[in-house]
């Protein structure tokens, strides 16, 4: 049997991965709170736990596997949502409300996720329907001492957990001196978090011993996971950024209410996405969704290339490069494997690479070696080991259904604005440019070859005699 090896941040090491039971492995992903679309760098971990979900059940059989990601819909954005479309006149209740935006923003991620290829966990629960177990274990934190009442909340007592702070390496007190704290002054602590909070009456609240109220953010994932995968599993992950404060506080109530279950063995954390170098943020306009890209015209397929090709514990770095070779690199291989079959398993090159702390960049290297090769049924086996080459997700590469006119009308239009741009012609250039992105054509510049074009929906074709108007007077107007 292969040998799966994973980084664990816990340790800090690359450890041999042995399941509590092969038969029965069990990994926990912290999901989204579905208050809007999901932004780039939310599908990082999706797909890094899908490419570990493949492997695992590769390894270990396809019924061996649960695989568990939550969605958080009880938070003070969404109630400011609904909050705000109740204020606009809507004739709903707060509680409809929120359940109207949670199960569209729900839709969306599905959608979203759907079309990068990604596969839906066995379970994904809702925050909502957990809250019953929640309080409970809350109560029970209570009566065994690890937390407290104080003015209609409820606080995990940090001080009572000794292991507080190994996940992230620090100690309360380092993380006091070095950390935004909520100060409050019913807390015994600075680091003292909260497992439940008082409503108002126009928040959504639940009946608990406290008084009515609704729960802190952490205590989520810790009654989902347990009443769902047990107190002791095997992997539990999300982004860097959750390592502290959130997943760092799931272990302290986690083992304080289950002693000696020992919560997840292994922590997988992925690394931050960049944009072009950059931070992705909304002050320096670089912020999109994964609904932006592909209305955009990228394909699914294309971004889950560009993702997986960086190593999950590395900050990954988009570029419109990066999506430019990944596309062709797909096209190609797709030309590879038409009309054929795949392999009856994939290459064990690539299992070893994926099985070597999910090396996915390694993995794709494998690929391209048996691209060079033409082996086509061993490609296309080992593609869909990773998601890719999917037939259900190919139809980016299939003709444009509106006839070779149109094609050869944007040629012409990209012809003439590589021309300017080669003479320097930036201004023309770029209306040239700006006209075809209205009619949903993106022009490309290749470096050493002729400009291309791509159509941002190919499939729209209930707007070709308009694109092909469109195109016929940039013709004209710029004399392409």
Request: glycine share 8%; aromatic share 8%; with cysteine.
């Amino acid at each position: 049997m292969t040998q799966i090896r994973l980084t664990n941040t816990r340790t800090r090491t690359k450890e041999d991965f042995l399941p509590i039971d092969p038969a029965n492995v069990r990994l926990y992903l912290c999901g989204p709170t579905v208050y809007d679309r999901a932004h780039l760098g939310n599908a990082r971990p999706v797909l890094v736990f899908d490419l570990l979900v493949r492997l695992l059940r590769h390894v270990y059989g396809d019924r061996a596997v649960t695989y568990v990601r939550n969605f958080t819909d009880v938070d003070d954005k969404i109630n400011a949502e609904a909050q705000r479309r109740r204020a606009a006149g809507s004739p709903l209740s707060l509680e409809a409300l929120i359940t109207e935006r949670t199960d569209e923003t729900i839709a969306w991620y599905h959608a979203d996720m759907d079309a990068l290829g990604a596969m839906r966990p066995d379970h994904e629960p809702r925050a909502t329907a957990y809250v019953g177990q929640m309080i409970a274990m809350t109560a029970d934190l209570i009566a065994k001492g690890h937390a407290y009442e104080a003015e209609g909340h409820v606080l995990f007592d940090v001080r009572s957990f000794p292991d507080y702070g190994r996940l992230s390496g620090r100690s309360v007190d380092d993380m006091i001196a070095g950390a935004r704290v909520e100060v409050a002054p019913f807390k015994r602590d600075p680091m003292d978090f909260v497992l439940w909070k008082p409503s108002s009456d126009d928040l959504p609240g639940w009946d608990s011993p406290w008084g009515r109220g609704r729960p802190g953010w952490h205590i989520e994932c810790s009654a989902m996971s347990a009443a769902l995968l047990g107190p002791h599993f095997d992997i539990h992950g999300g982004g860097i950024d959750l390592q502290f404060p959130h997943h760092e506080n799931e272990i302290a109530q986690s083992c304080c209410a289950h002693p000696g279950a020992g919560f997840a063995n292994v922590w997988l954390h992925n690394e931050m996405l960049q944009v072009e170098g950059k931070k992705m943020s909304k002050s320096l306009g670089n912020f999109f969704t994964v609904r932006d890209l592909l209305d955009q015209g990228v394909p699914g397929e294309v971004i889950r290339f560009v993702m997986l090709s960086t190593h999950y514990r590395k900050p990954m770095d988009w570029t419109e490069a990066k999506a430019r070779d990944a596309e062709a690199v797909l096209r190609r291989w797709r030309g590879l494997v038409a009309g054929i079959e795949p392999a009856t398993s994939p290459a064990p090159a690539l299992i070893e690479a994926l099985a070597d702390d999910l090396n996915a960049a390694g993995a794709i290297a494998v690929l391209h070696d048996l691209a060079r090769q033409g082996d086509g049924p061993a490609l296309l086996a080992s593609a869909r080991m990773m998601g890719l080459l999917q037939a259900r997700h190919g139809a980016w590469t299939e003709d444009t259904p509106w006839g070779d006119d149109i094609a050869d009308l944007a040629t012409m239009v990209a012809g003439r604005w590589n021309a300017l741009r080669a003479a320097r012609d930036f201004g023309q250039a770029d209306r040239i440019a700006a006209e075809a992105v209205e009619l949903g054509i993106k022009l490309i510049a290749q470096k050493n070859a002729p400009a291309e074009f791509r159509f941002l929906n190919p499939f729209d074709v209930d707007r070709a005699e308009e694109i092909r108007a469109g195109l016929e007077g940039i013709v004209d107007r710029w004399g392409a």
